[in-house]
């Protein structure tokens, strides 16, 4: 069987009949708000994001995390803020992220937070730059059911690696990915589906063909190539691609640059997910990596509340008002990531 298929029928099984229904009320609700204009919302999120910490141990340079340039405060999960939301969400929720911003592995409690929601059958990811995925914990992440692991790796050598994964060693998560699907085969488990994520920019661009092969030597079930967001990209950027198909931007004239997407009034990820931060505040999406939409925190109040409240009810507004008025909005890539089989 294709190993593609096999991670979606796994995600299939964990499909309950609530969160079945829980889907149909989001869906027809979003279409109902894109047919009135106004912000009709039923069910509740189908997928969230959990920031396991914010601590990074590289120094990407468009990255939050690695130029530790918060304006937020900085930490980790704890174990009752991630249990509360869990058991909140868990009859609905059908897919888990353990990822915003930082590194997972950091979070020493991040592999029992990941059995905690398996244990509910939650579908559950993470995207980790594979410098933590020793021989120990390659076992126990395996062990802990996750079903998804998406490992960052954006060059086939060294030189290249470096250039973006700032502070970053290629042999690592070399290494890594070898402890995962040697495990794999070990406990004789089909989880998780390994993915090889490649950011695409300029200085690892001519490497795609080169780490399709070397996914496919590892036994990794899957390659993205994903496009990257780029924050002063307005005079261009020596990171842009030259490959069309994988920039997010295009030049329009003058040396200036402007994002592809057509912001449309409407957003889909208002409607079905939301990120949470690792001390409990409620925020629109991933693109608001500084939490400056905070909708709400958990520490104040139930899930439910939040997700049904005025901020949340005027933010959804806003975006079938004018969503190019919403700053981090306007370089937004819904729909830019390419997937390639490997």
């Known amino acids: 069987m294709n190993r593609n298929w096999r ?88 897919y888990l992220i353990f990822y915003f911003q930082g590194e997972p592995y950091l979070n020493p409690k991040f592999l029992d937070q990941v059995r905690y929601a398996s244990q509910k059958r939650v579908y559950t990811a993470t995207s980790t730059n594979a410098h933590y995925l020793n ?95 780029i924050y002063d990209y307005e005079n261009g950027s020596e990171l842009i691609p030259t490959i069309e198909k994988y920039a997010r931007y295009k030049q329009v004239g003058n040396g200036q640059w402007a994002i592809k997407n057509k912001l449309i009034n409407h957003c889909w990820k208002m409607w079905h997910s939301c990120v949470i931060t690792w001390d409990g505040k409620v925020v629109p999406c991933c693109f608001d990596k500084d939490a400056h939409y905070q909708l709400g925190s958990m520490e104040a109040d139930g899930f439910k509340s939040i997700w049904r409240g005025e901020s949340y009810r005027a933010f959804r507004q806003s975006l079938i008002n004018s969503r190019s008025e919403i700053e981090m909005c306007k370089n937004c890539s819904e729909g830019t990531k390419v997937w390639a089989n490997s």
């Open 7 to 94: 991670d979606g029928l796994n995600y299939v099984s964990k499909l309950t009949p609530l969160r079945l229904w829980n889907m149909v009320q989001l869906v027809s609700s979003y279409y109902l708000s894109k047919a009135t204009g106004k912000p009709i919302h039923y069910g509740m999120p189908t997928s969230i994001s959990l920031e396991p910490t914010t601590a990074c141990n590289l120094r990407c340079p468009e990255c939050p995390s690695g130029l530790r340039s918060f304006t937020r405060p900085t930490g980790t999960l704890t174990n009752e803020t991630y249990q509360k939301v869990i058991d909140e969400l868990a009859p609905r929720l059908s």
């Open 135 to 229: 021989d120990e914990q390659a076992k126990a992440t395996v062990e802990s059911g996750l079903d998804r692991l998406i490992i960052s790796i954006d060059g086939i050598t060294q030189e290249t690696y470096e250039q973006y994964r700032v502070g970053g060693k290629l042999e690592k998560v070399i290494a890594g990915t070898k402890n995962i699907i040697k495990w794999k085969r070990l406990l004789k488990s089909k989880k998780p589906h390994v993915i090889f994520q490649y950011l695409v920019v300029k200085p690892n661009e001519h490497q795609l063909d080169e780490v399709r092969d070397l996914a496919n030597s590892l036994g990794v079930d899957e390659v993205a190539f994903k496009t990257a967001q």
